[in-house]
Nanobody, 122 residues
């Protein structure tokens, strides 16, 4: 059974940092991505990486504030978020795919976690 379990969300103040974790089990993937969805908005790509090879990609709005990384021994992907802004408030989802190309397209990811809420206050 494939599982992606996110953790690390919470309530923080603008300018603070937060690290999200995504623990994967059940199979191996080629790409893992973080997406987010704010109320009334479409789900958007935040960051992604290629599990077996080097290569990361970030959404344009990240502007160097976030870093995606992996721990192969723990089968876990992290999203380090620094300089959080009010606009970063959303539910953050971890997603995975067997596709060989690191893509930002939501429907390309077949496996999703349950999401973790990140709320940034002023």
């Amino acid at each position: 059974q494939v599982q992606l379990v996110e953790s690390g969300g919470g309530l923080v103040q603008a300018g603070d940092s937060l690290t999200l974790s995504c623990a994967a089990s059940g199979r191996t993937f080629n790409i893992v991505g973080w997406f987010r969805q704010a109320p009334g908005k479409e789900r958007e790509f935040v960051a992604g990486l290629r599990w077996r090879y080097s290569g990361t990609k970030y959404g344009d709005f990240v502007k160097g504030r976030f870093t995606i990384s992996q721990d192969n021994a723990k089968n876990t992907v992290y999203l380090q978020m620094d300089g959080l802004e009010l606009e970063d408030t959303a539910v953050y989802y971890c997603a995975a795919s067997s596709l060989p190309i690191l893509t930002t397209i939501v429907r390309a990811y077949g496996y999703w976690g349950q999401g973790t809420q990140v709320t940034v206050s002023s």
